[in-house]
Each structure stands twice: as structure tokens, then as C-alpha cells.
């Protein structure tokens, strides 16, 4: 992604930033999370949760229908020599297909619902 737009990279950053929210979710939802005040559970409402994490769900498929168009992943005569490529898309060409404003939709969509989970989280733990 070295050649890719900032808008692009400042999607990239939200994901990786999601990452370890949503393996404290995981612990929280098996049970297994530490730190965890129970007695707090009554604060966040089980509607709340599934409605973040299906939002979560939503902007990833999004986000991954985008990718695969880019790439040509979506494309059976171009998918295997897509998948031969190292990284995401190195040319600038297929960084186009990006239009600025999506770029920054998904990363606003993804901001929402990383400060929602880490509101939860807070809560759960505080």
C-alpha cells in the first residue's frame, strides 16, 4: 500500500486499530476477558452490542467489496494473476477506482463504531 492515497491509508489505520478492540470483545464475549466489572453488564444493553458489531460487519463487507473491485479479485479471468501479486495494488491506475469521498465515509463509519466498542469496553471495565 506504499503507493496508495492518504485516504486509503487512513482506512488502513482505522482497521489495524480495530484489531485489538475486537479481540477484548472476543475475550468479554467468551467470558474469559479479565478486568472485567461485572456488575457494570446491566449499563450496556445486548441490543446495543449486536447493533455495533453487525455496523462493524457492514462496513467491513463494504470495505472488502471495494478491495476486491480494485484488485480484480471479483474478476474470474484476472482473480489468479491478482492473488500472485504481492500487497494490496501497487499502481497508482488502480487507486483511482477510490473515489476520495468513499474513502473517508468508510473511515467515519469505522471511527463510529471504534468509539462506540471502546466505550463499551470502558464501561465493562471500569
Known sequence: ???????????????????????????????????????????ITVHSLMSTLSGCVIVYSRLEKKVNEVCGFGDPTTASAAWKR?????????????KHEEALFITEDLQRHKMNLVLMLTILSW
Do not use: H, Y
Not at 485516504?7 to 464475549?29: A, C, D, K, W
Not at 504481492?86 to 477510490?98: E, F, H, I, S, Y
Open 1 to 43: 500500500m506504499k503507493d496508495a492515497p492518504e485516504t486509503m491509508m487512513r482506512v488502513r489505520e482505522e482497521v489495524e486499530s480495530m484489531q485489538p478492540i475486537f479481540r477484548q470483545m472476543q475475550l468479554l464475549l467468551s467470558g474469559s476477558g479479565s478486568g472485567l466489572n461485572r456488575g457494570n453488564l446491566t449499563m
Open 86 to 98: 504481492a500487497g494490496v495494488v501497487a499502481d497508482r491506475v488502480k487507486w483511482g477506482l477510490w
